[in-house]
């Protein structure tokens, strides 16, 4: 089982390069979100979807933009890159809840990003 | 934004003591999450709590969560090497969004 894939798993840009970091889940998972982890921070949202066509903002979104053509695949694009957006990236995917319940997250194995 | 505050953020012990680890919010949340995080890998859920009170165990380790719903605790009994790690918490905001804490880094020396 895949899971959640991400790539690449390490990137270096220069500060105003664009670039799109990839998530893809074979899970059929209607949520998707992606979290940026910065040392003693832990992990901050950055946009989330719960469906193809559906997509929101989370608490750190400026800077970065999605969209969800498909189930299947949650891009993370940064439209012009700043060294403050040195950081892990990671990809998770979930079912969405039923009444009372919560389920939870499968992650990736994180995009590594530096930015010069 | 709901905060979840998570002490101690470091902890480092011998093999085969006992730890606890908590997680606290000023907030209530209608469940909270405990993930493990090894160095270049994503976090892996360990557990899920819903019920205010709940315990619940997984081997060595035993998560609570608060009769109020506004914390959790994890406690690790006869800690191993392999218990080595990032604990975070997660605390469910809205239909499923979690806000996480900013993790427990956890070294257990043999």
């Known amino acids: 089982n895949a899971g959640v894939t991400q790539t690449p798993k390490f990137q270096v840009l220069k500060t105003g390069q664009s670039m799109t970091l990839q998530c893809a889940q074979d899970m059929n998972h209607e949520y998707m979100s992606w979290y940026r982890q910065d040392p003693g921070m832990g992990l901050r949202l950055i946009h989330y979807?719960?469906?193809?066509?559906?997509?929101d903002q989370g608490e750190v979104p400026n800077g970065y933009n999605v969209s969800r053509s498909t189930t299947e695949d949650f891009p993370l694009r940064l439209l012009s890159a700043a060294p403050s957006q040195t950081s892990v990236y990671f990809c998770?995917?979930?079912?969405?809840?039923?009444?009372?319940?919560?389920?939870?997250?499968?992650f990736g194995s994180g995009t590594r990003l530096t930015v010069v | 934004t709901q905060l979840l505050e998570q002490s101690p953020q470091f902890l480092s012990i011998q093999e085969g003591e006992n730890l606890t680890v908590y997680c606290n919010s000023s907030s209530v949340f209608s469940s909270l999450q405990w993930y493990r995080q090894e160095p270049g890998e994503g976090p892996v859920l360990l557990v899920t709590?819903?019920?205010?009170?709940e315990v619940k165990k997984l081997k060595r380790l035993t998560f609570q969560f608060g009769d109020a719903r506004k914390d959790s605790s994890l406690h690790i009994t006869a800690a191993q090497p392999g218990d080595t790690g990032l604990y975070l918490c997660a605390g469910a905001e809205g239909a499923q969004k979690l806000v996480f804490g900013q993790g427990t880094r956890l070294t257990i020396n043999p």
């Open positions: 979807s719960v469906g193809a066509g559906i997509t």
């Open positions: 998770a995917s979930s079912r969405l809840p039923g009444r009372g319940a919560v389920y939870g997250y499968t």
């Open positions: 709590v819903v019920t205010g009170g």
